[in-house]
């Protein structure tokens, strides 16, 4: 009786999207969109325009969604792509986009912590009671009072 199972993909042997997407991890619709962002070069079509994905693709597909899962750009997921294929590269300039993502990271949690402290202290002066006063809509509102 033949298995119902799906049979493993043979190394080297093309994939449809639904298998690349599987493989990847990602989505065959945000594979469709990295395709046409220029991130995977051509892909191979059949005689009927069905995309077949190798092996290769498959890789550059993780690459990709490891490089999103850290958060960083198209833009610099573009340069990281070409960097990566580029075995002539020089890995300062791998360093620098990191280090650039690095920085912004950090300033935007920065932000998100001072964001964090305003609002605990907001809450803190909040009595959460029946009374209508409330420090956190005043703030909210740009009311400066000052406490006496």
């Known amino acids: 009786m033949p298995s119902k199972t799906k049979s493993a993909t043979l190394p ?9 997407a599987r493989l990847s991890g990602v989505s065959a619709k945000m594979l ?8 995977l070069g051509t892909v191979t079509r059949t005689d009927s325009g069905y995309r ?19 958060g960083f750009s ?3 997921i573009g340069e990281l792509v070409g960097l990566w294929q580029n075995k002539r590269r020089a890995s300062a300039n791998v360093k620098k986009i990191a280090q650039k993502h690095m920085d912004e990271l950090s300033e935007r949690i920065a932000a998100m912590q001072a964001m964090q402290r305003t609002l605990s202290t907001l809450l803190h002066c ?7 006063d409330c420090p956190i809509l005043d703030d909210l509102a740009g009311d400066k009072r000052t406490a006496t």
Request: negative net charge; hydrophobic residues 30%; glycine residues 8%.
């Open 74 to 76: 198209m833009a610099e």
């Open 52 to 70: 077949l994905y190798n092996q290769t693709d498959v890789h550059t597909l993780r690459f990709i969604k490891r490089c999103r899962d850290l």
């Open 12 to 20: 080297g042997q093309p994939v449809n999207i639904g298998e690349a």
């Open 126 to 132: 909040c009595h959460g009671d029946d009374r209508p």
């Open 32 to 39: 469709r969109h990295y395709e046409s962002l220029g991130l």
